[in-house]
């Protein structure tokens, strides 16, 4: 009904520096009541063209500022984004189901700091040379923007992976059309308000919103972006790889993962416990480094799953705006029903649940009824073969394993299609460092998880994506390499 829609929040494409109402919208949910709270815009191939053109026109100016320049711009938005900080994290919480105290203490600082982060490296790159004095020849290296960044984030980390790309784009000088995805949109309009105050000039960050099959689509296939960065399914990732092969473009893909906890029986389970919780069930488990399966040693397997399913047990899941929740709701409907239908094959496997999922009863506020809720869950006695230790399930869900030796959990740890992240827990130094060398994984945390250096290389092997982020690697992806050679 119009009364209805009168009290929804309506958002708008942000292109050249305006914003710009669209022909048609999609709902989006409020995860932890099951309500339709915002109207998105359903942008396709004439939105996308009207960004594109605008942060093609944009180009020329932005790109010719010195580094120095468009850092002072990201620092003022960093400044901007703090400001506004409970705001963010309120907004984040609502559209994404995640808890208040995961968007206040790790998104929303998280997305200023990656313009901070930014802001600084770009000052510090340097460019290589070399001497051939018996030719009489020095070579030297130039690097330069390359035009229209098209960037696609999906909805686990809204603002926080969107920045993650926004900065290094338009720190490096080119300009941007990124689409949020169209279940999380909120935190990215926002930010859209606070780009003019910033000192971003029109058209260097354009945000177009709607689906990946349209708006996506459209933004993949457009022959005037010649670079996407992608951050979402391995399925999707594919889909990009295929429509952007005639255009030749430049992807940077970070793509899901089935992460591997290794825990030795000589592990520091006082440490190990409530880090390899925190890995398996934060942010409901919708992150793509969650620890979905965990190998223990046989030595300490029983002892291990006692006290992990005990502390499991003693997360609270509820409405995500009360602070002392620990797990909020999941993404969508269509999601919750995906990541239970996981927990129920494993039963039918022969699995043992041992908390949460069908286990435990939830017991929920009277207006989360109707959210998409559910308890971290722990099966053991899972098969390596079972879909449960194959495939992404990205929820609150993680498969507990028994192994004996080194040489076999290190082939089972690899035994996935997916090489994103891993954990290894020991206190034996060597023995960290030769399992480490073997796991098929961009990111090996030992002893700890989650720990990250902006500076180094993120992102994944196999069928976890195509190169990487990072300091200097987000620099080299959005610059062009020349090398020139002087005869004097």
Known sequence: TMADSKALLVLENFIAGKFVPCSSYVDSYNPSTG?????????????????????????????????????????????????????FAQAESKDQGKTITFARTVDIPRAAYNFRFFASSILHHKTECTEMAILGCVHYTSRAPVGVAGLIVPW????????????????????????PSEMTSVTAWMMCKLLEKAGVPPGVVNVVFGTGTKAGEALVCHPDV??????????????????????????????????????????????????TLRSSFANQGEICLCTSRIFVQRGIYSEFLKRFVAEAKKWKVGNPSDSAVDVGALISKEHLEKVRSY????????????CGEGVDSLA?????????????????EVKDESCCMQEEIFGPVTCVVVFDTEEEVIKRANGVK?????????????????????????????????????????????????????GKDSYEFFTEVKTITIKH
């Open 226 to 275: 010649p670079l996407i960065s992608f951050t979402g399914s391995t399925l999707t990732a594919q889909r990009i790889m295929e429509k952007s092969a005639p255009y030749c473009k430049r992807l940077s893909l970070e793509l899901g993962g089935k992460n591997p906890a290794i825990i030795f029986d000589d592990a520091d389970l006082n440490q190990c416990i409530p880090t």
């Open 364 to 380: 929920l506020p009277v207006g989360n009824q109707k959210g998409y809720f559910m308890l971290p869950t722990v099966i053991a």
């Open 35 to 87: 309500d339709v709270y915002c109207r998105v815009p359903d942008s396709g191939k004439e939105e996308v063209e009207a960004a594109v053109k605008a942060a093609k026109a944009a180009f020329p100016i932005w790109s010719s500022k010195s580094p120095l320049e468009r850092s002072q711009i990201l620092n003022k938005l960093a400044d901007l984004i703090e400001c506004d900080l409970e705001a």
């Open 418 to 470: 997916y090489g994103l992240a891993a954990t290894v827990w020991s206190s034996n130094v060597g023995r960290v460092h030769r399992v480490a060398q073997r796991l098929q994984s961009g990111l090996v945390w030992t002893n700890c998880w989650l720990v990250r250096d902006l500076n180094l290389p993120f992102g994944g092997m196999k069928a976890s994506g195509l190169g990487r982020e990072g």
């Open 343 to 354: 927990v129920k094959k494993a039963q039918a496997e022969g699995a043992r649940v041992l």
């Open 156 to 179: 686990n980390l809204p603002l926080y992976l969107l920045t993650w790309k926004i900065a290094p784009a338009i720190a490096c000088g080119n300009t941007v059309v990124a689409k």
